[in-house]
């Protein structure tokens, strides 16, 4: 069988290991080099160009149905669950708490559960809102139905690596949000980003408000792809009698977008997360649709 294989960043130093037991096991196989931030960024195009049979996309879970063979190895990673008893000191004031973590850990939900319903909490576990597989994961795009879960728990849990999934679910909350990593071996409270992201939307929105030419960026990513919506947005900002013009690319560089010195200001229909991980990497502000309808709507009422 002809195979292409797909890592994510975190996971491409064991490619070598991987294409050479398949090919033991009497594969023809390639390994996509591009970069991979995540299931909706599947290596189909180049599958079909090598006229693969099969697509192997490490990392994630499925992301959406797609029209050509993929096997998802979800990759889980038992991470320690040591600071966990250190955790029930900061918790001790809330009694309902919603667990969140990414596809790495979703195989421990069961263990940390039980550990907190043993220590007398009721625990909530978020449901996957279309991208996200697993109940109790949450995506940088899907942080499942965190926010009616507001209503009903007393502060939110995230177990795993890193901010950028639980800065999402963050957003959407308004309850304590701890952290617990157990790569760096530390757990913190992150309410005081809510302000900070906060700042930093009123900050962009501010600067794209004078911006009379827009690139509308469009991702080729199988699950990115959305030009019916930059075309929606290019005739609403045409409407107001500025311009606008749609740029393609599979993974954008933000370099080659410096170089479009025409922009005033960009608009995502990418990766979502694009708008708050990768502003300072652009030297003209990138808006998200909605702070883009935000700017429209208040030139209606001048
Ligand atoms: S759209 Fe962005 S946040 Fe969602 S899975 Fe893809 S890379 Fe991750």
Request: charged share 25%.
């Amino acid at each position: 069988m002809r195979i292409l294989l797909q890592f994510p960043e975190g996971l491409k130093q064991y490619a070598m290991q991987y294409a050479e037991k398949l090919e033991k096991e009497g594969n023809e196989v390639y390994v996509s080099a591009e970069p991979s931030f995540g299931a909706c960024d599947l290596a189909i195009d180049e599958a079909k160009k090598i006229g693969a049979d099969k697509l192997v996309h490490f990392g994630h879970a499925e992301f959406k149905r797609v029209d050509f063979n993929v096997e998802y190895v979800e990759y889980p990673i038992t991470a320690s669950l040591d600071l966990l008893p250190k955790s029930l000191e900061l918790l001790k004031p809330y009694q309902k708490l919603c667990i969140l973590t990414t596809i790495q850990h979703v195989h421990q939900l069961r263990d940390i559960k039980a550990f907190y319903e043993q220590n007398g909490k009721q625990i909530f576990l978020n449901k996957p809102n279309g991208f996200a597989k697993h109940e109790g994961q949450i995506l940088g795009c899907d942080v499942g139905n965190v926010a009616s879960l507001d209503k009903q728990v007393d502060a939110f849990v995230y177990f795993g690596g890193g901010l950028f999934h639980p800065v999402g679910a963050l957003m959407q909350t308004t309850k304590p949000f701890f952290v617990i990593d157990p790569f760096q071996g530390r757990i913190e409270q992150i309410d005081y980003l809510r302000k900070e992201e906060e700042s930093k939307k009123k900050a962009r929105i501010a600067r794209a408000a004078t911006a009379r030419r827009f690139g509308i960026l469009v991702s080729t990513k199988i699950g990115q792809y959305n030009l019916a919506l930059a075309n929606i947005l290019k005739k609403k900002i045409e409407s107001k009698g500025m311009q606008a013009v749609v740029l393609l690319a599979n993974t954008f560089d933000f370099d080659s977008l410096n170089n479009m010195l025409e922009i005033d200001a960009f608009v995502n229909t990418a990766c979502p997360r694009l708008v708050t991980e990768d502003q300072e990497r652009l030297r003209k502000p990138l808006i998200s649709p909605d702070e883009l309808m935000l700017i429209l709507e208040s030139k209606r009422k001048k």
